[in-house]
């Protein structure tokens, strides 16, 4: 690999699915505020529910996720507070309009199923969900059930996120997550038979002792179960961050070459295997809404990744869920017991956020293009002119042909576009805080 290359993999860079990026958020944005912008949306607004479920029934080493290992009657408690949650955010929201529900964690099949319907009943009654929506949920293998399944498809779920991660066997154990390919392919099973039939993976490279064969073996025992999407994430080692991080030696993780050489590859199979690259690290069928957004130039991102469209709003229920409203992104407090408190005295869950400027809600704009079409038109933005320290920060870039600027035009050419991260931080006006992030590739 190229020497400078390389360096530009080993930068720290945001995943921009988001702008601002979360670390910008602060507490200048209470539960008044909070309320008040919800207070502000109209009832024509098409919403986005989003449930967080904070919990795990064992913690994975590598997980950068808010969650927390399960105790006795930590599920119930839970789903006691979230419905009481939803009252309260109902209460001070004309906005009921919901085409899409999202679940999240965590683990949210770690519920059971009453608990599971409880909370969809209760959303179902605060909130107009009588239009088919777009209603999906991440899955762990390991603890789903036939009657799970069937109670998803009774509810109306119509995809599901199941995280694969790795089928090694000895990169299962060094990241504290075991399953076989068996286990990945009976709630495959179980999910289709019920009728949630659109099935996405989650993949992974640059894990503990993970090989090439490794990810390759991965990747085509995970094609043979036939899912419509895959998610391929590089491992992100924060442990500064993410303290359970921590059981992972950093010798033990593949150099950052190999690291590079893992991504390119996974990405050349997956695309073999029939697939469609989608954006940085997200790839489809042919025919998915997803394939065919991107295709037409309509692909858009937020904190769930790379999707087809974005409503009006997005509401986040639950510890650490983040909201994104017109005006701004609220987030909750993060601790499970800090949530609780506020819930129980009858308050909105409020830790911090950000209030859009129009010059984020520009910058946003353009770099949502970079991260989804590779390219944009500068034009559209203010022009060049407009950019002009942007511009200058992009010139090392552009000299080593990570990207090429024509004019009004900046473009990642096809062979870099793994390093757009780098080329979207360019037109990020808080790059310059000091802040950590995961590696560009």
Not at 14 to 39: C, E, K, M, N, V
Not at 46 to 61: A, Q, R
Not at 75 to 80: C, H, I, P
Not at 320 to 349: C, D, F, H, M
Request: some cysteine; proline content about 5%.
């Amino acid at each position: 690999m190229d020497a400078k290359l390389l360096a530009y993999a080993e930068r720290q860079t945001p995943r921009y699915t988001s702008y601002p990026t979360a670390p910008q958020f602060g507490p200048h944005i209470d539960a008044a505020r909070h309320r008040a912008w919800l207070g502000e949306l109209p009832e024509s607004a098409e919403l986005s529910l989003y449930v967080h479920v904070p919990y795990c029934k064992k913690i994975c080493f590598y997980c950068g996720c808010n969650t927390n290992a399960l105790h006795d009657g930590a599920a119930a408690d839970y789903v006691a507070l979230v419905l009481a949650e939803i009252d309260r955010v109902a209460a001070v929201s004309s906005a009921k309009r919901v085409t899409e529900l999202h679940w999240g964690g965590g683990t949210p099949n770690i519920l059971t199923p009453d608990e599971f319907t409880g909370i969809f009943e209760r959303l179902a009654t605060r909130f107009d969900m009588q239009a088919p929506i777009a209603h999906g949920i991440e899955i762990d293998p390991r603890h789903l059930s036939a009657e799970l399944a069937q109670t998803y498809a009774r509810l109306g779920m119509t995809r599901a996120s199941v995280g694969v991660q790795t089928l090694a066997p000895h990169v299962q154990r060094a990241i504290g997550r075991v399953q076989p390919f068996e286990r990945v392919a009976q709630a495959v099973a179980d999910l289709r038979s019920a009728g949630v039939d659109r099935l996405s993976f989650d993949l992974m490279y640059g894990l503990p002792g993970q090989t090439l064969d490794d990810l390759l073996g991965t990747i085509r025992q995970a094609a043979s179960l036939r899912p419509q999407r895959v998610s391929l994430f590089g491992y992100a080692h924060v442990p500064w961050f993410k303290r359970r991080q921590r059981v992972i030696r950093e010798e033990d993780l593949p150099g950052s070459e190999q690291r590079f050489e893992q991504a390119e590859v996974a990405r050349a199979e997956l695309i073999a295997q029939g697939f469609e690259p989608i954006g940085l690290d997200h790839f489809a069928v042919p025919g998915d809404s997803l394939e065919i957004a991107a295709r037409e130039r309509r692909l858009r991102r937020n904190f769930q990744g790379y999707v087809a469209r974005i409503p009006d709003a997005i509401i986040g229920f639950g510890p650490s869920a983040i909201s994104t409203l017109p005006q701004g992104y609220v987030q909750n407090l993060a601790g499970v017991g800090e949530w609780r408190r506020k819930v129980e005295a009858g308050e909105l869950a409020t830790a911090r956020g950000l209030a859009f400027t129009d010059d984020d809600r520009r910058r946003a704009a353009l770099i949502e293009r970079i991260m989804c079409d590779f390219e944009a038109d500068l034009s559209a933005f203010g022009g060049r002119a407009a950019f002009a320290a942007e511009l200058a920060r992009l010139a090392p870039l552009a000299a080593d042909g990570l990207v090429r600027i024509e004019g009004e035009r900046i473009v990642v050419p096809e062979d870099k576009q793994p390093f757009c991260r780098l080329v979207a931080q360019a037109f990020d006006a808080y790059s310059a805080a000091a802040t950590q992030h995961s590696k560009a590739v």
